[in-house]
């Protein structure tokens, strides 16, 4: 007897510890879990450990039985809440994990992570204006953002039916591009933006600011090459296509020679031949 305690209480550290989220293959890890509850079968953190491994593995439906006994064992907390609303997303019930994400948000009304995760449900329910302004909720009370929200809330913007959807999203770029300084996805993102709002010559000009800032520039000439074709500007973009053939030799023979380089000297010999 005393060995099953002292074996349990090792087990039950572990996972206090997260010590098993940090190493280990996750099928051994859920076989650990199990052993543990079997030993404790009335320790819903066990579960709920287990349930958020099996989350981890791609194990949707079983993670939510596990969140479940959480439940009926009347364990009730904000992380069991947003395990659960993650599991429902990843299983396509975005209006039940919803209901989840609300319990949190109740009680902190400001929890970036769970109102990223609620943004997700409401782009899932196609609900996009409704999901931008919570994207947009994580930029304004997080205490450090990063790149995708910025894209997250562009994109939301994006797809919404709101007749200033595009300069919604192109604004919410701009502010990334103002709060975290020079980040190359956010200007790809603004160029896509301004396309998709007609404004070609826009897209034009930030793409030069790609070209500046690119370390590899055979990429960057070919898209603005491009653009200037898209709008009729064949000597700009004959220009532009033999600055990108010139960047491609200066690469070493490595990469020159890869499939990725190999395709862009061809989109470049497809977009020349339309020249003739």
């Known amino acids: 007897m005393l060995k099953f305690f002292a074996i349990l209480t090792f087990i039950v550290c572990l996972f206090s510890a997260n010590v098993l989220f940090a190493h280990g293959d996750l099928h051994v890890r859920i076989e650990l879990a199990t052993a543990a509850i079997q030993l404790s079968p009335d320790n ?24 479940n006994h959480c439940i009926s064992l009347n364990y009730n907390t904000p992380k069991l809440y947003l395990a659960i609303a993650k599991s429902q997303i990843a299983l396509n ?30 782009m899932q329910m196609n609900q996009y204006s409704e999901a931008a302004y919570y994207f947009e909720d994580v930029i304004r009370f997080a205490n450090q953002t990063f790149t995708e929200n910025y894209i997250e809330a562009a994109l939301a913007w994006e797809n919404s039916d709101q007749p200033n959807n595009l300069e919604n999203a192109i604004a919410i770029i701009e502010k990334g591009i103002s709060d975290l300084g020079d980040i190359l996805i956010l200007y790809d993102k603004l160029v896509e933006l301004h396309q998709l709002s007609g404004n070609t010559i826009e897209a034009i000009n930030i793409q030069g600011k790609i070209i500046d800032l690119s370390n590899r520039k055979e990429r960057p000439y070919y898209a603005r090459a491009v653009l200037y074709q898209s709008i009729g500007d064949m000597e700009s973009a004959k220009a532009d296509f033999n600055q990108s053939k010139m960047e491609i030799k200066k690469l070493p023979y490595r990469i020159k020679n890869t499939n990725a380089t190999l395709t862009l000297v061809k989109s470049i010999q497809e977009k020349e031949a339309l020249f003739d």
Not at 45 to 60: D, S, T, V, W
Not at 101 to 111: M, S, T
Request: proline residues 0%; aromatic residues 12%; glycine residues 2%.
């Open 93 to 122: 019930n975005a209006e039940s994990a919803i209901q989840y994400l609300d319990k949190i948000l109740k009680e902190d009304q400001h929890n970036v992570i769970t109102l990223r995760w609620k943004a997700r449900a409401l």
């Open 44 to 67: 819903a953190e066990l579960y709920l450990e287990r349930g958020i491994l099996l989350y981890q593995h791609e194990k949707y439906s079983e993670s939510i039985d596990d969140f």
